[in-house]
């Protein structure tokens, strides 16, 4: 389904998940189809939907680790610091 698929095409089926099914292997089938793209903006969302799917640990180690290796693909959003990320500070 990644072929041609577009953000459209995931919310609506994320929508149906939602409504129609609570398994965690159509969700791991979801998140395999979609380019993680779609889903990296709203992680902390895809984080609540597995847990509140119906999983055993190990279905959820799964479907985290999928989550995880999909957000390794994308690139964080660029946040702008007002000042270095960082501060070093030496007193002598």
Same mark, same amino acid.
């Given at each position: ?33 979609? $380019? @993680?793209?779609?889903? %990296? ?5 895809? *984080? !609540? =939907? ?25 690139? $964080? @959003?660029?946040?702008? %610091? ?5 501060? *070093? !500070? =030496?007193?002598?």
């Amino acid at each position: 389904m990644s072929i041609g698929s577009t953000r459209e095409h995931f919310v609506t089926v994320m929508q149906q998940f939602r409504e129609h099914a609570n398994a965690p292997s159509v969700l791991l089938h979801i998140l395999a189809e979609f $380019p @993680p793209a779609f889903y %990296a903006p709203n992680a902390l969302g895809v *984080v !609540s =939907l597995i847990q509140s799917t119906d999983c055993t640990l190990s279905q959820c180690a799964l479907l985290f680790s999928k989550l995880a290796v999909g957000l390794t693909k994308v690139a $964080p @959003p660029q946040v702008r %610091a007002a000042g270095p990320p960082w501060r *070093v !500070s =030496l007193e002598l």
